[in-house]
């Protein structure tokens, strides 16, 4: 069974970065067959795909986020991050790491429990 | 504002039959990429209930049904139970000029009666 875990601050300082790190276990970040995301979930926009990683390293990115988003991984250590630049209080929300399955349709099969990250001063 | 839209609610009284509706454009749905659901409970996680339009994964009993045609999809829960009640997201692909790129339905929150 694979589980994702979600780590990291749960405040943030507006114009700050935001960093979070998923960790993945019984499953593989080395795997060809899946990518990793990050997707975040507010009151007032519901759920927003931030981005995505391979373990080649391809990345893609909501355009919406206006370059502010880089996804990272280190499969060595079976995990991946999310860094989001210049926060405001728009960026308040419960952040989800994700796997998603190129094999079912490029579906997301497995989500970490999630992390409320508040941007406030 | 989601791309996708959704009613924002549906309901029915338990062994009833509630659909959702799922729609979208010829940027998404309508451009033939495939439409997948979830459901989340409160406090927790969305949780794949349907993917690639129609398919079930294991352990979703078939209570659970989904369709895609045009630039729409709907979800079906048939034999509505009281553990059904949850928010229910679609999810599909956009493609902009800036690349192609996941959206999510606004989400529907299903109260049974």
């Known amino acids: 069974q694979v589980h994702l875990q979600e780590s990291g601050p749960g405040l943030v300082k507006p114009s700050q970065t935001l960093s979070l790190t998923c960790t993945v276990s019984?499953?593989?970040?080395?795997?060809?067959?899946?990518?990793w995301n990050w997707i975040r979930q507010t009151a007032g926009e519901g759920l927003e795909w931030i981005g995505r990683?391979?373990?080649?390293?391809?990345?893609n990115y909501n355009p919406s986020l206006k370059s502010r988003a880089t996804i990272s991984i280190e499969t060595s250590k079976s995990h991946f991050s999310l860094n989001l630049t210049s926060v405001t209080a728009a960026d308040t929300a419960i952040y989800f790491c994700a796997r998603e399955d190129g094999l079912r349709g490029f579906v997301f099969d497995y989500w970490g429990q999630g992390i409320l990250v508040t941007v406030s001063s | 504002q989601s791309v996708l839209t959704q009613p924002p609610s549906a309901s029915g009284a338990p062994g009833q039959r509630v659909t959702i509706s799922c729609t979208g454009s010829s940027s998404n749905i309508g451009a033939n990429y495939d439409v997948h659901w979830y459901r989340q409970l409160p406090g927790t996680a969305p949780k794949l209930l349907i993917y690639?339009?129609?398919n079930r994964p294991s352990g979703v009993p078939d209570r659970f049904s989904a369709s895609r045609s045009g630039t729409s999809a709907s979800l079906a829960i048939t034999g509505l139970q009281a553990e059904d009640e949850a928010d229910y997201y679609c999810?599909?692909?956009?493609?902009?000029?800036?690349?192609?790129?996941?959206?999510f339905g606004p989400g529907t929150k299903v109260t049974v009666l």
């Open positions: 999810q599909s692909y956009d493609s902009t000029l800036s690349g192609l790129h996941y959206v």
């Open positions: 690639g339009n129609t």
């Open positions: 990683i391979h373990t080649t390293k391809s990345t």
């Open positions: 019984g499953g593989s970040t080395s795997s060809t067959d899946h990518y």
